[in-house]
């Protein structure tokens, strides 16, 4: 019971919102419900397609997991079958929460991500302010947070992005304050969110013990405090990270989920340079505050900043350095991207990155305009102010024209998932045998709305699917119907006659420029 009122008063004191902070509470959650508001009325596609659409299929597949969750207590792909394809579990369970009431899915999802999108900023504010001492330092840093444009679609996403932006920053701010069983808890949390959260809880993890081992007098291969600083620092994500692991070995044969296996490239490598450097060029280069030539003096102000934070901080500075680039290190070696092709379906894996990255450049701001002040030089304190209003309004321009091209992005991707893959679903819901077997290449909306057993060919959810070429899955398991995109190579097979399809006016995020149902006709 002592422990359990110690560790409340730690969770208290790191949410006490004072009426100082009020004046950025409400100005951060404006803008954040501006720019939201922005994404969901953009009428580029037409009206009504942003409000009501999801600008992924993966959504839908998390929606599948919690519908099934909600309705039969457990983590079904087809219900009573199930499955290692949930890529973020801890966002499954919380979608599940507003289904089981009854919330439209599309509204649930949004909410959620719109709701976790709000709160990060103000996370990051308390993290900035405590790093720094400097009020200045966590304004910039917050707004920064609150209107990224990468980051303000992945709020009206869906998408399990701003719950790890909100944990990691979370996870963060108690590191900072020693809290080390409240960080525990969050970095858990964080795996069970995005798996690659435990390199993050490794190395960070790794770093504080060696420093403590580093530090002790005796000689011994452990302390008791040694032992029981790692089992607050790991244990929670032992434990989670671990329930997971073993639901999927259960069920797959594997510990990871299926979507790592699928998507994975081996070819890669521990350290591959020209995958770096495709991300470096393609994902900073798509972002507002790094876009064309603001990505120098970004870059000069964050590493102006890093050496402020180290001087200040010392030790206690590493983590919320070395976070955003352990996560474009794990992007590197696990996908091959193209620097040309940054759509939602990748960016998603690094936006979340940019409240922690706000910091250190927000930091550097502030720091560089006191250490050019305290020159007493006619022309710098003339110049820098100029340099500065510059930079900012140059800031403001790139914001706005990334923030419009990610709205009629959005607007797009929703029509294109409404249009194609919500209206397929409930085609096949309407006009398909009830009994029948479907194998799929998208499997979220079609699962969700299709209400058919369904066989996902890609394996994302059916571990079975995983590295089989199509036809010999198709001629193996000869589901009765498949729903797949349309290409000459399908077109040429003989044992599939088309029956109906769906094609977009314009794809700006499907797999392929049409959806075709196909029947079955069996070994030719």
Aim: with cysteine.
């Amino acid at each position: 019971m002592e422990r359990f009122k110690k560790l409340q008063s730690q969770i208290l004191k790191s949410f006490e919102f004072r009426k100082d902070h009020l004046a950025f509470y409400a100005i951060t959650s404006m803008l954040g419900i501006v720019t939201t508001t922005y994404f969901l009325i953009n009428s580029e596609a037409g009206r009504g397609w942003a409000a009501k659409g999801l600008p992924l299929d993966d959504t839908w597949i998390h929606l599948v997991y919690a519908k099934n969750l909600a309705e039969h207590g457990w983590f079904f792909y087809n219900p009573g079958v199930p499955a290692a394809g949930m890529s973020s579990p801890l966002w499954v369970i919380l979608l599940a929460i507003p289904l089981r009431i009854g919330l439209d899915p599309s509204a649930a999802a949004k909410v959620l991500s719109i709701l976790f999108g709000l709160i990060a900023p103000i996370v990051i504010y308390h993290l900035a302010l405590e790093m720094t001492e400097r009020p200045l330092v966590a304004w910039i840093a917050g707004i920064f947070a609150a209107v990224e444009p990468n980051l303000g679609f992945a709020r009206v996403s869906g998408m399990e992005v701003t719950l790890l932006a909100f944990l990691m920053s979370l996870a963060l701010l108690f590191l900072l304050r020693e809290e080390y069983s409240l960080f525990g808890l969050v970095l858990g949390l964080g795996v069970i969110t995005r798996g690659e959260v435990a390199i993050f809880g490794i190395v960070v993890g790794g770093i504080i013990l060696a420093r403590q081992y580093i530090q002790r007098e005796e000689l011994t291969v452990a302390t008791m405090e040694e032992i029981k600083l790692a089992a607050r620092l790991f244990l929670p994500s032992l434990l989670l990270g671990g329930a997971w692991t073993v639901f999927n070995f259960s069920v797959s044969g594997t510990p990871l989920p299926n979507t790592y296996y699928v998507k994975h490239n081996y070819d890669l490598g521990l350290i591959n340079p020209e995958n770096l450097y495709n991300i470096w060029m393609g994902y900073f280069r798509h972002a507002a505050l790094t876009r064309m030539w603001l990505v120098i003096p970004v870059a000069g102000l964050f590493l102006v900043g890093a050496y402020a934070l180290i001087k200040k901080l010392g030790f206690k500075s590493i983590p919320i350095l070395v976070m955003p680039w352990l996560f474009v290190f794990s992007l590197s070696n696990n996908l091959a991207l193209n620097p040309a092709e940054w759509n939602f379906t990748a960016r998603r894996y690094l936006d979340f990155i940019w409240p922690v990255l706000a910091v250190p450049v927000a930091y550097g701001i502030v720091w560089l305009w006191e250490y050019l002040r305290s020159y007493k030089m006619r022309w710098l304190i003339l110049g820098a102010p100029l340099a500065y209003g510059a930079f900012g309004v140059a800031l403001m321009i790139t914001s706005f024209v990334r923030l419009a091209s990610l709205a009629s992005e959005y607007s797009w991707n929703c029509r294109n998932i409404e249009e194609v893959s919500v209206a397929m679903g409930k085609w096949v819901k309407n006009n398909l045998p009830p009994g029948g077997r479907i194998g799929v290449s998208d499997a979220g909306a079609l699962r969700y709305f299709g209400g058919r057993e369904t066989f996902d060919l890609l394996g994302l959810n059916l571990s079975q699917s995983i590295g089989r070429p199509l036809d010999e899955l198709i001629l193996e398991y000869q589901p009765e119907f498949l729903i797949l995109f349309r290409s000459s190579a399908i077109d040429s097979w003989s044992f599939l006659e088309e029956v109906f399809n769906i094609k977009p006016e314009r794809n700006t995020i499907l797999g392929g420029s049409d959806l075709v149902v196909y029947e079955f006709l069996g070994n030719q």
